[in-house]
């Protein structure tokens, strides 16, 4: 199997410390890794369960507080 393409996205930035969730599609899932510690593996989401976590991710719902 070849290496999934991860991508960074727009909004991550030097300012925010260019952190961020990279997805990747993967074959029948979508992979999810920190951009920050690319190496120490991914999440993958079972592709009918993508749009409902890509929904809650795009609403803050899963935002961090700190």
């Given amino acids: 199997m070849a290496s999934p ?3 960074k ?3 991550s930035t030097a ?3 260019g952190d961020c969730a990279e997805p990747a599609a993967l074959p029948s899932a979508l ?3 920190d951009s920050t510690h690319p190496d ?4 993958a989401f079972p592709a ?3 749009p409902a976590f890509l ?3 795009k609403s803050g719902v899963l935002d961090a507080r700190r």
């Fill in 31 to 33: 992979g999810v890794r």
């Fill in 5 to 7: 393409t991860w991508r």
């Fill in 55 to 57: 929904t809650q991710a």
């Fill in 40 to 43: 120490a593996g991914h999440l």
């Fill in 48 to 50: 009918a369960a993508a």
């Fill in 9 to 11: 996205a727009t909004r």
């Fill in 15 to 17: 300012t925010k410390g």
